[in-house]
């Protein structure tokens, strides 16, 4: 399974940004998809996650609110949707595969397959 994740830059405080992670060498509407995210000097952390069928979505409790996830089974690409950006936002963002966990989760290690990274930078 590949990952190629996009969408990354620099903006200020207060926009949005739309991420997206294309997959591909599985059937895609059989993965949990979730994205993560790693600031200079911290561990990487859970953002939000999404099910197989993208009915059902969770989030962490720092962007429930402003960032929306979701996919596209047709076209095989997960979204992450960011509104009202913080400079604490700021990070490489990840999407992640669970090859054994269709309905997703918020444990890293639990993920089977990674995208390379986007960068997100909010400036104040």
């Known amino acids: 399974v590949q990952l190629q994740a996009s969408g990354g830059g620099l903006v200020q405080a207060g926009a949005s940004l739309r991420l997206s992670c294309a997959v591909s060498?599985?059937?895609?509407?059989?993965?949990?998809m979730g994205w993560f995210r790693q600031a200079p000097g911290k561990e990487r952390e859970f953002v939000a996650a999404?099910?197989?069928?993208?009915?059902?979505?969770f989030y962490d409790d720092s962007v429930k609110g402003r960032f929306t996830i979701s996919r596209d089974n047709a076209n095989h690409t997960v979204y992450l949707q960011m509104n009202s950006l913080k400079p604490e936002d700021t990070a490489v963002y990840y999407c992640?595969?669970?090859?054994?966990?269709?309905?997703?989760?918020?444990?890293?290690?639990?993920?089977?397959?990674w995208g390379q990274g986007t960068l997100v930078t909010v400036s104040s």
């Open positions: 992640a595969a669970d090859g054994s966990n269709p309905w997703g989760g918020s444990y890293y290690r639990s993920y089977d397959y």
């Open positions: 060498g599985r059937t895609f509407s059989s993965l949990g």
């Open positions: 999404i099910n197989w069928s993208g009915d059902s979505s």
